[in-house]
């Protein structure tokens, strides 16, 4: 139990002294999720929306890939992506592997699937009568459209704070893609399972920390989306 009470305390000397190795690694993770989470947004809300607002043969077919995705291994993804950007993928070129924007690229192929299935579950669950009342107030075509997609916004914050913790949580995809540089492409996770292996107990313990702070400011959100949701 000692050894427990003194890693929490040097977790917070490491904390609040600035420690450039703890820091490193939150930037690195707050920089490597920001661009994961924009890109999946810009493509799974769009598609998520037509997913849930269109009718289309295979549809059914579509949702239920798309469902079936939501529990994709991550060393899956890890090992796929890894295959294309790799120096004998097709991608090898552009040097993506062990740098941020591939890890960010294998993020977004494990985050998609969450905002398409859920930004689509989001527009499928509005009340008919929603739609019905934009057609007697004159809206049509893009204006429908838009005004939709705005009765669903709750709905459409609560895919994208999945997705984001999905992300700042991941760790498969970080270790294979990033390969856990010191200084360049460590992220809070694979620091925290590296440094813990090490012995380095104080160190995991402080990335813990700020982890789980980023963790509840996530659910926090989601909670209030939630009940944003309910009450409307």
Known sequence: MDYILAGIQEAFVLLLSGDEEVYTAVFATLKVSSMSIFFTLVIGLPTGFLLGYTNFPGKNFVRSVVDALLALPTVVVGLWVYAFISSRGPLGNLNLL????????????????????????AIEELDLSVKDTLLTLGAAGRKLALDILWEGRYGMLMAAVTAYGRIISEVGVATMLGGNIKWRTRTITTAMAFETNKGQFAMGMALGFILLLIAFIVNGTLSFAKRMRQSR
């Open 98 to 121: 062990f740098t941020l924007p591939g890890v960010a690229i294998g993020e977004v192929v494990l985050a998609l699937p969450i905002v398409i299935a859920l930004s689509a579950q």
